[in-house]
């Protein structure tokens, strides 16, 4: 069979459930996690490792940034096989109460994105899989780590919402912070509607070293590592659940 053409994937390259993070970079260090790993595709901002954890196969294939590019992504996985898609990235939080650096289960995104009302129409609301999130909440707590559930604020334009901007983000914002939105980022609802479309599995699990409402207090960069590789055990904890849900209860 003709590998898929962007991430250059073909069956069997990869396992039931594959992590995306947005950074091509982070795709490595996700696999560093796993009991064993190997490149399997490499092309563009696409880089895909696959190895195993606990005895389960898994990969994590990097998207870039973006839900056009998730979304590339996400399809060309499902098409060689994928079950589960879980992204595991990064946002700026919005409420002052969450720790610095956060780690975030979305359980589901505001729609401020073009991609994902590309699959389903205005107002179809962006909804985590309920399994990834519950077994998130159960492997967090069996880890020992620390996990707050809530919405993402899914948009395109970086710039127009990052403590980079030259606009009033907070003004932009504001709406969102109101109505309790954690973090924003670019991906979830994208991640939520290709995947709930296509009939498998989605969920999100971001990290934050910051606030919007904060910009100048600073996180020592090796917390963001650590939280990064937090977010990761966690997920491949959710990934063992799945699969023994699916082929073993």
């Known amino acids: ?137 159960q492997s967090a707590k069996e880890l020992g780590i620390v996990v707050n559930p809530g919405l993402e604020w899914s948009h395109d334009s970086f710039y127009a919402g990052s403590t980079l901007s030259k606009l009033n983000i907070l003004e932009i914002e504001k709406p969102w912070i109101d109505a309790g939105v954690l973090i924003a980022s670019q991906e979830a609802s994208t991640v939520f509607q290709v995947t709930r479309k296509r009939k498998v599995r989605g969920g999100t699990i971001l990290c934050s070293e910051g606030c919007h409402q904060y910009p100048d207090l600073d996180v020592p960069p090796e917390l963001m590592v650590k939280a990064i590789s937090d977010a990761t055990k966690v997920s491949l904890e959710t990934a063992v659940k799945l699969h023994h849900m699916d082929h073993v209860n």
């Not at 009991?35 to 606990?54: L, P, S």
């Not at 956060?102 to 309920?130: H, R």
């Open 1 to 137: 069979m003709n590998k898929q053409p962007y991430t250059r994937l073909s069956p069997g390259d990869i396992g039931e459930t594959v992590f995306i993070p947005g950074d091509v970079s982070r795709a490595k260090v996700i696999a560093e996690h796993f009991d064993d790993y190997k490149v399997v595709a490499q092309n563009q901002q696409f880089n895909t490792f696959t190895g195993t954890y606990k005895g389960i196969k898994v990969s994590t294939t990097s998207t870039g940034v973006g839900g056009a590019a998730a979304a590339i992504t996400i399809e060309e996985l499902i098409n060689v096989g994928a079950r589960n898609i879980i992204r595991i990235g990064t946002g700026g939080m919005m409420q002052t109460w969450l720790p610095r650096p956060g780690i975030l289960v979305i359980t589901g995104a505001v729609c401020g994105d073009g991609t994902s009302q590309e699959y389903y129409p205005t107002g179809y609301p962006a909804i985590a899989d309920f399994n990834i999130v519950e077994g998130m909440i």
